[in-house]
Structure formats: structure tokens, C-alpha cells
């Protein structure tokens, strides 16, 4: 059963950054789009960032310029990036797959990670 596992949450003050990671276990990694999606208090999972298994990265237009994904597949590992950050960005994190046929993820939800911007 494929797993992920969020970390690098954190409070942080607005123009802050942080650094998320997501190690997904199984064999599920290599060849899918990875994506980043948080979930907002009383709000549905949203899509923050994708990434396919070449590099290439689409973003939502809300975090565009400010947050940047990356994988490493050696690792099987996940990454996003955020600078800049806003109180509009708190949330709890998750990373799952990305279908294109259905337009969202196709695993289960890990524990995710929380992110929380506050002066």
C-alpha cells in the first residue's frame, strides 16, 4: 500500500519561507505526477503544484512565483518549496499523486503537514 509522509510544517511570519518534503513508499513514485495540495480550515484539498517524472511544474495561479516543486526520484521524495509566504497560505499540506484524467489525486491522503503564517 502506497504511503506518504509530510514534514517541514511550521509557523512562519508573513514574507517567510519553509520548506515541505514528502517521502512516498512503494513503487508508485517514478512514474506518476506528483502533486501538492493543502486544505484549508472548513475548505476542500485544493491544488497547490504538480510535477510530472521529467521535471516539468504547473503551479496554481495563487502560489505562482512564490512556491517552487521538485522530486527526486532516486528518493522518491517530493519537495515544495514556499518563500514569500502569506496568511492566506496557512494550512495543512499533503502531496499524492495527480491523475490528468480525473484532474486530482488517486491515493489515499497521508497525515499531512501543517502550515501556519501569522505575525
Known amino acids: 500500500q502506497v504511503q506518504f509522509v509530510e514534514s517541514g510544517g511550521g509557523l512562519v511570519q508573513p514574507g517567510g519561507s519553509l520548506r515541505l518534503s514528502c517521502v512516498a513508499s512503494?513503487?508508485?513514485?517514478?512514474?506518476?505526477?506528483m502533486g501538492w495540495y493543502r486544505q484549508a480550515p472548513g475548505k476542500q484539498h485544493e491544488l497547490v503544484a504538480t510535477v510530472n517524472g521529467g521535471g516539468s511544474t504547473n503551479y496554481a495561479d495563487s502560489v505562482k512565483g512564490r512556491f517552487t516543486i521538485s522530486r527526486d526520484n532516486a528518493k522518491n521524495t517530493v519537495y515544495l518549496q514556499m518563500n514569500s509566504l502569506k496568511p492566506e497560505d496557512t494550512a495543512v499540506y499533503y502531496c499524492?499523486?495527480?491523475?490528468?484524467?480525473?484532474?486530482?489525486?488517486?491515493?489515499?491522503w497521508g497525515q499531512g503537514t501543517q502550515v501556519t503564517v501569522s505575525s
Open positions: 512503494g513503487s508508485i513514485f517514478r512514474p506518476y505526477v
Open positions: 499524492n499523486t495527480w491523475s490528468p484524467l480525473t484532474q486530482g489525486p488517486q491515493r489515499s
